[in-house]
């Protein structure tokens, strides 16, 4: 039961740079979003969707991108990576209502040089 | 909009004894969902316990149990008994019946003392 997936665990990259975080879910959930995790804030919410092909902006959108063109995936971009962008990123799934937890990858650690 | 504050941002309890983490809550939803993570040096995410709004007694989960007062918009995490695994990080969490996303605390370090 491999839950919700997230590659890779570590990345560094250059300003610059573009990239993709992968996610993939196998719980047939509705609702998938993305966090960044820095210290002393918490989670913050930068993308999430209801459904595939439905997407919306979460509190921190600037710089990232993402699309859902089926249920099981919800890939996440950057578009050209700054310092700022250092972070841990989160992504997690959960059905669409209700009594419902929401699942976590194991997270990606992101280095921004 | 939906805000979750956590006001400690370091606790230390002695092993065996019992902590409460805070947990406030701000939103105009009716209809919300009240979740505790704990994040292990390790670094994932385990959910440990859930309230909802309209639920009238307080969640419990083994040694969890929250403690939820929707006059006062709070939902602080009792820990009984406490372990040395019981060492991490915990998160307050909201999902509000609009939109359905979930908003985060800023987490309460937890140390257990031996």
């Known amino acids: 039961n491999a839950g919700v997936t997230q590659t890779p665990k570590f990345q560094v990259l250059k300003t610059g740079q573009s990239m993709t975080l992968q996610c993939a879910q196998d719980m047939n959930h509705e609702y998938m979003s993305w966090y960044r995790q820095d210290p002393g804030m918490g989670l913050r919410l930068i993308h999430y969707s209801v459904g595939a092909g439905i997407t919306d902006q979460g509190e921190v959108p600037n710089g990232y991108n993402v699309s859902r063109s089926t249920t099981e995936d919800f890939p996440l971009r950057l578009l050209s990576a700054a310092p700022s962008q250092t972070s841990v990123y989160f992504c997690?799934?959960?059905?669409?209502?209700?009594?419902?937890?929401?699942?976590f990858g194991q997270g990606t650690r992101l280095t921004v040089v | 909009a939906q805000k979750i504050t956590q006001t400690q941002p370091g606790m230390f309890v002695q092993e065996k004894e019992a902590v409460t983490l805070d947990c406030t809550y701000d939103t105009s939803d009716q209809s919300y969902g009240l979740f505790w993570y704990k994040q292990p040096s390790s670094g994932e995410m385990i959910f440990l316990i859930y309230?909802?709004?309209?639920?009238?007694q307080n969640a419990t989960e083994g040694r969890y149990s929250l403690n939820f007062q929707k006059a006062r918009k709070s939902a602080n995490l009792v820990i009984s008994a406490s372990q040395l695994g019981d060492s991490a990080m915990y998160f307050c969490?909201?999902?509000?019946?609009?939109?359905?996303?979930?908003?985060f605390g800023t987490g309460t370090s937890l140390t257990v003392i031996p």
């Open positions: 997690a799934s959960s059905y669409g209502t209700g009594r419902t937890e929401a699942f």
């Open positions: 969490a909201m999902r509000g019946s609009i939109g359905n996303q979930f908003y």
């Open positions: 309230q909802g709004s309209y639920d009238e």
